[in-house]
């Protein structure tokens, strides 16, 4: 080992004016007055480092991509601007300052997973959530305010005007004043899906330990001072809510329960303004003097064409067109079968709760609930394809076919009509040969009709349970049996079709050699009165039964 100043020559003694030596002796100098100057403690010089200059606002130093930290000041400068607006709530100045001021006053975390699930696939859309926090969505108010702000006489005041006073009254509660907040929080019309959610969401966190009520940000008490109601149920939350339950589950586990509970609000939001739009439809048709202005109004100056009536458009025709239409009212179809199924099951046990509650009765979890909504769409949506198979195979039917009413020949009813010929009808289990059943037999007779909602062998018609009460061989005519069924009806019935049209109402087993079936035996009176020619299978009884 040797001082590095002799590494490229043979002396034998430290060279005091080689580089390395004079630059030690500088460093050693720097360190010693670094010494003594004390510690360092501003962040600034910390974030400013070694460079000789740097990009800064407001004492925060830019560090990594420029171009985004630019960015990013310029947009917190605006919102800066906006939340620090004079104008009062209300105006368009003011509901832009309360929506700027959500981003200093609510979870960042929570308010930025919020607006990652917006405009997902099932997820509310952008939409709706920008014009609700600015409080512009189309309610009685707003048009209330183009009525009396766009001159003397215009469109909203004909069509809206005589019908929803001054200040644009709630068709649903009769409030004076339909605002953004009214119609998807304070309404009596949206209070039965909140309370609803609430529900499921206290079972959700009563599930986690926590109770609901000590930390739900629509009620005053757990609000923070300057809190705008909207915010919360907007899928927004206040910023210390994450800390508080944190304290019993974890920081991670307390940010997903937060972050769910944010997100059922703003879905049950949307929810609620949806239903608000379909009952202001159902209100508007049955007003004739607004439905025909707002149709005029539409077909002239909303259209953009003046006075002059919106051109007609022309209509598509055409098998392929006509079928895709269908496809899409059938989805329909089916999507609201299902919706409907599983919005009466949980409004049901939500009721049923209730009294359960009353009565200090275990009440059905929220995920229970939820099984049983999910068991009941899930039945709607088959029954309802069921009927659309039906509709469509009788559809295809009466395209192939003349229609009844222009058939040109003599009706008679459906009972006194020859027996329809039942195609590839399979006899019941274990028969062979005629049948004859005995008094007191339970049977399912089958009953031709051409509104039937089952088939039998390619016929229409339905099946009913009855009790045979008797029989009977008329001379000239095939052995009957009586049956009265359960509505109290009685009929007479032709046993040709007995192992078809009737059958045993509990099936018997397959036949097995030398077993003796139920339809083996006859009525002793009808056996008497079978004739020479008959052919008969014998079976002998043995000594030991068989």
Not at 35 to 43: E, P, T
Not at 286 to 292: A, D, G, I, S
Not at 455 to 464: E, F, K
Not at 524 to 538: D, N, Q, R, S
Request: aromatic share 6%.
């Amino acid at each position: 080992m040797q001082c590095a100043c002799r590494c490229d020559s043979e002396r034998d003694e430290c060279d005091a004016d080689h580089r390395h030596h004079r630059g030690n002796d500088l460093a050693d100098g720097e360190a010693k007055v670094g010494a003594g100057g004390g510690g360092q403690y501003s962040l600034w010089e910390v974030a400013k480092g070694d460079e000789r200059y740097v990009l800064h606002n407001a004492g925060e130093v830019a560090q990594g991509a420029c171009g985004k930290w630019m960015r990013s000041q310029r947009d917190a400068q605006q919102i800066r601007t906006v939340a620090a607006d004079p104008m009062d709530p209300g105006e368009g100045g003011g509901r832009a300052r309360s929506w700027a001021r959500s981003v200093g006053e609510t979870d960042k975390k929570i308010r930025t997973a919020t607006a990652k699930g917006v405009h997902t696939s099932g997820g509310v859309g952008w939409r709706f959530w920008a014009r609700a926090g600015l409080e512009v969505l189309p309610t009685m108010s707003q048009f209330a305010k183009f009525a009396n702000t766009r001159g003397r006489d215009n469109e909203y005041r004909t069509v809206y005007g005589p019908h929803i006073g001054e200040h644009g009254k709630c068709m649903r509660c009769g409030d004076p004043k339909e605002t953004t907040l009214h119609a998807i929080w304070e309404c009596e019309g949206a209070k039965p899906r909140w309370e609803a959610m609430d529900l499921e969401i206290w079972h959700m966190w009563d599930g986690k330990g926590v109770n609901w009520d000590a930390h739900d940000w629509k009620h005053g008490p757990n609000q923070p001072p300057g809190w705008d109601q909207k915010w919360g149920i907007l899928g927004m939350a206040p910023p210390t809510v994450v800390q508080k339950v944190a304290a019993d589950l974890g920081h991670i586990a307390a940010f997903t329960l937060v972050k769910k509970t944010a997100a059922m609000h703003l879905k049950t939001a949307q929810e609620v303004w949806t239903a608000r739009n379909e009952w202001q439809k159902e209100w508007e048709s049955t007003v004739p003097e607004l439905k025909t202005a707002k149709e005029a109004a539409k077909r002239t100056v909303w259209s953009g064409r003046g006075e002059h009536p919106k051109a007609a458009q022309t209509v598509k025709y055409g098998p392929d067109t006509m079928a895709k239409t269908e496809q899409v009212r059938r989805k329909a179809r089916v999507r609201e079968a299902s919706e409907k199924a599983a919005k009466d099951v949980t409004e049901y046990q939500i009721k049923a709760n209730q009294r359960r509650q009353d009565k200090g009765q275990q009440m059905a979890t929220a995920t229970m609930i939820l099984r049983m909504a999910e068991a009941a769409s899930k039945d709607a949506t088959r029954a309802v394809r069921a009927a659309i198979g039906r509709e469509t195979s009788d559809a295809i039917a009466r395209s192939k076919h003349m229609p009844m009413e222009s058939m040109k020949c003599n009706w008679v009813h459906i009972l006194e009509a020859e027996p329809i010929p039942l195609l590839h009808a399979k006899p019941q289990r274990g028969q062979e040969g005629w049948w004859v059943p005995t008094k007191g037999t339970m049977v399912t007779v089958f009953t031709r009709s051409r509104d039937g909602g089952e088939t039998l062998g390619g016929t229409s018609g339905r099946w009913r349970k009855g009790r045979v009460t008797g029989a009977r061989w008329d001379a000239e005519k095939q052995p009957e049996c009586s049956i009265e069924f359960e509505d109290g009806t009685e009929e007479w019935r032709d046993t040709k079709g007995a192992g078809t049209e009737i059958k045993l109402h509990k099936a018997q087993d397959h036949r097995q050699s030398g077993a003796l079936m139920r339809t083996d035996m006859v009525p002793g009176h009808i056996a008497a009165m079978l004739g020479p020619g008959t052919t008969l299978k014998a079976r002998w009884l043995t000594p030991n039964g068989k």
